[in-house]
């Protein structure tokens, strides 16, 4: 049994150094780091947030890459530095391609009402000081 399991340890490429509480105590850790942030932004004098909101959740990427993370900011292995830096890339292409989806269907819903507002007045139904 425990060869078996030395064998497919073996093959971990991106071990993780978490404690015994593991990802939840690694996502506790960070919420409550998050919350303190903000607690800090809103106690500046200027700050105009009466109310303070929770925290997002955190995202799984950000914690796969803590949980490879040594104390001295290094990855555990070149295979998890490696795959960090592929999420990474593939997160900031995920979220180009969605702002560059949300900007195309702003300019494609404005040209469109733009449209429809000019088919209206050249078919004389459009009123643009109302009835």
């Not at 509480?21 to 998050?34: F, T």
């Not at 942030?37 to 914690?63: C, F, Q, T, Y």
């Not at 292409?93 to 300019?107: D, G, P, V």
């Amino acid at each position: 049994m425990q060869k078996k399991a030395q064998a497919i340890q073996k093959q971990n490429t991106a071990p993780h150094v978490l404690s015994h509480g593991g990802y939840e105590y690694l996502e506790q850790k960070l919420l409550a780091e998050k919350t303190k942030k903000k607690l800090e932004e809103a106690a500046h004098p200027g700050s105009i947030d009466d109310v303070i909101d929770p925290p997002s959740p955190i995202r799984r990427h950000v914690k796969w890459k803590m949980a490879r993370t040594k104390k001295t900011g290094e990855m555990t292995t070149e295979a998890a530095k490696e795959i960090a830096e592929k999420i990474v890339s593939h997160f900031k292409l995920t979220i180009r391609i969605i702002f560059q989806y949300f900007l195309n269907a702003m300019y494609n819903r404005v040209f469109s009402m733009q449209d429809s507002f000019e088919e209206q007045a050249t078919q004389g139904s459009f009123i643009p000081h109302g009835r």
